[in-house]
């Protein structure tokens, strides 16, 4: 199953939980996924050590998607 | 195929995308910065000495502004790595599961002895921390020290660290753009300066940045070593490099050069 993580201050919430044949699941998810943009966080997928990709919508076939805040130096 | 831009980079617009120039270039002007402060004091207290002895205090001064400022430059550097303050147990232990999830073995242990992720780069290897990340340059000689977080300050520790990490995999050089130089220099001045706990992960770091080319020698050097010899036979039979011990005709004792 799939997860949609947000990194907070509890280490991280799980927003949304889908599999690609669930396609309630998978509007449920897009439409976190794309609140939380709106939000202002960013959403990352993990594709193994040293790799990482940006997504500006949810590829409903990752396994883990997370959001994370802006960085900025300083 | 193309490489992906951080959004982040949008918000320092004015500043160049940080390439290996552009790192060579920043290096040597941090080097230059820190002998424009260094001889000055130097040449001045020499002058001083030999125009007044006496003015030996004052140029004790001199020189200890010398060694002053370059030290608290490479401080400075040390402290992008510094810890911050913790936030409750279990969001702790939360953050360092998915920290955990996203390293390999190595890092991960890394990480729990000295509370730094280790990752690869184009530009060399980089060691993250909470607040900063220091990048170790092929050779390991040379680092660059940067200041970065993420802007939500309340996280704890492993959701810093893996906040800066997804944004270093993403793109580096963007990474690199978005976090404001803090020292670059030498690997030993930030060493000293940092905390204990965080030294094996710098040396760590500087074993990995050395060229690969010498340890992939060193090991098929091991290797070589510990199989026996063997050359090609025109027979098709591999025989032993060396020819069987014959019985030596130079003297059993004392060393060979010595036997005259």
Same mark, same amino acid.
């Given at each position: 199953m799939a997860r949609l993580i947000r990194m907070d201050r509890s280490g991280h919430t799980t927003l949304a939980e889908w599999t690609a044949a669930d396609e309630q699941a998978v509007e449920a998810a897009v439409a976190t996924f794309r609140e939380q943009l709106d939000a202002g966080y960013y959403a990352v997928v993990s594709e193994g050590e040293g790799r990482a990709r940006q997504v500006d919508e949810l590829p409903v076939d990752a396994e883990l998607v997370i959001l994370r805040r802006p960085i900025a130096g300083g | 195929m193309i490489d992906e831009v951080l959004p982040e980079t949008a918000a320092v617009y004015w500043r160049p995308r940080v390439d290996e120039r552009h790192l060579d270039r920043r290096a040597r002007l941090w080097t230059l910065t820190t002998v424009a402060h260094t001889i000055p004091y130097l040449a001045a207290s020499g002058v001083l000495l030999w125009l007044e002895p006496l003015a030996a205090p004052v140029v004790f001064v001199l020189l200890a502004h010398a060694w002053v400022i370059p030290a608290l430059y490479a401080k400075r550097g040390a402290n992008v790595l510094r810890r911050r303050p913790r936030a409750d147990g279990g969001a702790e232990r939360t953050a360092l599961g998915l920290l955990g999830d996203l390293v390999g073995h190595q890092a991960r242990d890394l990480h729990a002895r000295t509370g730094l992720v280790l990752e690869?780069?184009?530009?060399?290897?980089?060691?993250?921390? #909470?607040?900063?990340?220091?990048?170790?340059? =092929?050779?390991?000689?040379?680092? /660059?020290?940067?200041?970065? /977080?993420?802007? &939500?300050?309340?996280?704890? *520790?492993? @959701?810093?660290?893996? !906040?800066?990490?997804?944004a270093l995999r993403t793109d580096e050089q963007g990474f690199?753009?978005?976090?404001?130089?803090?020292? *670059?220099?030498?690997? %030993?001045?930030?060493?000293?300066?940092? /905390?204990? #706990? !965080?030294? =094996?992960?710098?040396?760590?770091?500087?074993?990995?940045?050395?060229?690969?080319?010498?340890?992939?020698?060193? &090991?098929?050097?091991? $290797?070589?070593?510990?199989?026996?010899?063997?050359?090609? @036979?025109? *027979?098709? !039979? &591999?025989? =032993? &490099? %060396?020819? =069987?011990?014959?019985? *030596?005709?130079?003297? $059993?004792?004392? !060393?060979? /050069?010595?036997? $005259?």
């Open positions: - | 690869r780069g184009r530009f060399g290897v980089w060691l993250v921390g #909470e607040a900063g990340a220091v990048l170790v340059r =092929p050779g390991g000689r040379r680092v /660059h020290c940067w200041c970065v /977080h993420a802007e &939500d300050r309340s996280l704890p *520790s492993g @959701d810093r660290i893996a !906040h800066l990490l997804l690199a753009t978005v976090a404001n130089l803090a020292f *670059s220099g030498s690997r %030993r001045r930030v060493r000293r300066r940092l /905390h204990p #706990e !965080h030294r =094996p992960a710098l040396d760590t770091a500087a074993a990995a940045a050395r060229p690969t080319v010498q340890a992939g020698a060193r &090991d098929s050097i091991r $290797r070589a070593m510990s199989k026996p010899l063997t050359r090609p @036979d025109h *027979s098709g !039979h &591999d025989l =032993p &490099d %060396r020819a =069987p011990a014959r019985p *030596s005709t130079r003297p $059993r004792s004392g !060393h060979p /050069h010595r036997a $005259r």
